[in-house]
């Protein structure tokens, strides 16, 4: 076996004598390493990784692409660390500094009270009130450190354990950069990166202070305003809740953290390679089947006949349709929040019943937990379009 | 007219017309064979009428076929319309576009999924990138910054690797108990297929990273990013950057025009619409690796990254789509399975017919890679009796499939994602097949 630095000089010596690097792959091979999820590491050996054929040949500077502008990088380098780094301190457009009527950088901060306005205009639809969930969509609040314990037994078993854990921002989630990068990127669900970082702050601080998160062992009221500096200080109360630490002083430590705990499979559940009477009591009264068969509720019918399939006409793609299935389906298809839902004729005959004048007014201006125009930028005519379509649709 | 097919014609059409004289054709024809020293040769008897398929003229075999400009790009047989991606409610977070389809994985034939049929794992739908206007950045602990077109990616030596990918929520609503019986919906969140890219590793040795630079983000340019953190090591280790799936480039729902492939890891890792990798020296713990991506034990402690798809196997054939119920007592059946592991190579499939309590060992059969799909089989002859089929694979890194208890007994239920344990058949007396378990209930 080589050291690595006599394998070079040797892997030099090889090659200056016009020999492949063949032989030193082979070498190299006989040291057994290992990947860095503990697991099987396959080198590349007489020229081939496992089974397949690899062509060894060293090249050096392909020099392809370009270099990157300090802009590019900041209009894509959004992420955010639970140290604060990426924490937008001021607000931001196409990778610039936004600035204020003073002609000053505009500062980012958010307060409660916004986020409330930001949240009860833009996710209450989705979300639920406080962040308690919609059918479907993620519940945000609620829930404590100390349900995570709790594992619901089996339904099939006797007496099972109704309660399961609530993982929710507050009860669950280690950091707040994670809400706020989560936030930034992705939300509102229809339409995301629309939020300015002011407002993402004001966001971050609402679902913050309805989860019950302190700044400084004090509530978040209303008028608390949420900026980089504040940000930094929270503590989640769940955030020493996830093994192995990968935030160490020296960073590889963290990764050799990870590979001890993937290498010991009896820490995520391991077999045995018994043959023979393996199951020491009745089999029978091991089996656990099926109650309700879930197959039943799928969205297409689980067939395997080879047959020529029924042709429907679908049509030309009416007007409306693309509307209404890129923005407005994220409420009106779930029958869950509570928006007529379309092809739910009893739901729209009782909406039309108010007439058509109305409808619209109210699409444009918003009704219920519906904000005007479905939070979108629609122009009117777009909007009636899709009121069109979905009342058509629904008859 | 087939002229030396004209004693069947015959045959044909008094067998149609005089039931009588079919009847008598039939009784002679099973009594002519099992006369014959020859019978033994012979499928085992029943030969009732003759078949219309090979007496008729097809219709197909009479007439001009389609032109070859009629699909310039081919499409399946009408008749294969069931065999199609699924999806269901359960399976989505509120909407079809932060959802699922699952593959179907019991019409699947080798080690290779079509790309129509991959299973798709979007968070806010299936984008669609003009790949003129795709760019990759390549930034942070690196000593050349930089930024690729697709035509500058794709000016890197390539290679070419089958990887199954697999979402770790694959089988995860089964934790508390068998709920679907069907293995599409069962074990359909996986697909393979062969990746054609540039090793990372040739990117990231040709720019050079700083010392550093221990940890990598993957981000898509997709509306939901999905960003995650992937150690370098990995990235040095296998991890592809890839334009080309199955000898095409990849489809819209598999992140055209670039992804990333991290072999054997969560499927969530392999990033889709790929737009930015940036290095540094601490992970990020971005949205769902937070949020979503971790295991939940019943120390109500979780694990905080779970990399690796664990081995696993089921068999795919009998299924419940695909029962034995046109079988007979004494049919001999071949006993079909898949088996792969994150971790490794398959090294062995054993099989039980008695619901895990002894096991004999099945053969592989085909191309056996690392991290791919790994096809076992056993042929067998069924008496008829009712039996409860399961599998158990092992890999070379000395892993093997665990049972559901002794899964359950170390981590519990409610990890959501990982669920690897033995999956159980029963096949009863008529051939149908059922998704059960053999596991303790326990009592609150």
New interface residues.
Partial sequence: MFKLENTKKLKFTLLSIGLSTLLVSSAMATSKET????????PVKDGKY???Y??TQE????N?????TKN??TA??V?V???GTGLAEFDMKNGEVVLGDDGKPKKAEGSVELGNELYDAQCVM?HGDFGAG?????RLAGGT??S??????????????PD??I?T?GS????A??LY??IQ??MP?PH??SLTNSETYALTAYLLSVNGIQYEGEDLEDEFVLDKEKMMKIVMPNHD????E??TKD??Q??KN?TA??SD???????????????KED?QK??????????A????P????????KIEDKGAVLAGQKTYEETC??CH??P??GAPVLGDKAAWAKVVEKGIDKVYHNGINGINSMPPKGGTELTDEKMKEVIDYMINSSK | MKNSKALQNDVKSNSVEVTSRRDFFRKTAIYSASALSAASILSPVSVKADEAAIINEVPWGIKLGDPVDKNLYGIPSPYEHNNIRRTHDLFSSGDAYASVSMCPIHESEGIITPNGLFFTRDHGGTAHVDPNEWRLMIHGKVKKEIVLTLEDLKRYPSESRIYFIECPANGSPEWRGPQFNSLQFMKGLMSAASWTGVMLKTILDDLGLEKDAVWMLAEGSDNASNPRSIPVEKALDDVMVVWGQNGEALRPEQGYPVRLIVPGWEGNLNTKWLRRLEFSDKPWHSKEETSKYTMLQKSGKAIRYFWVNEVNSVITSPCPEKPWTHLKKGDIVEIEGLAWSGHGTIKGVDISFDGGDNWIEAKLKGLVLPKSWTRFSYVYRWDGKPLLLASRSYDDFGNIQPTIDQETSAIGVESVYHRNAIVTWEITSKGECNNVQIRKHKKA
Avoid: H
Avoid at chain 1, 59 to 62: L, S
Avoid at chain 1, 241 to 244: E, I, L
Avoid at chain 1, 302 to 309: A, E, G, K, M
């Fill in positions: 990947s860095v999820d503990g697991a099987v590491k396959y496992n089974s397949y690899v062509n090249v050096k500077d392909f392809i692409g370009r270099a990157v590019e990088i894509w380098n992420d660390k639970p140290d989705c919609g059918k479907g969509y993620p450190k100390e995570l314990k709790i594992q619901r037994l089996n339904p099939a078993d006797e007496n099972p354990n399961t854990p993982r921002i669950y989630w280690p950091y950069s994670t990068w989560y990127d992705s669900f995301p990166k809740g996830f093994y192995p990968v935030d960073p590889k963290g990764v990870m705990l993937l499979p009896k820490i995520y559940g391991t077999g045995t390679r018994c043959m023979k009477d393996c199951i089999t091991l089996l656990l089947k099926i109650e309700n068969d879930l197959t509720n799928a969205n297409q689980v067939l395997t006949v080879r047959d020529l399939p389906v994220t298809g779930n869950a929040l």
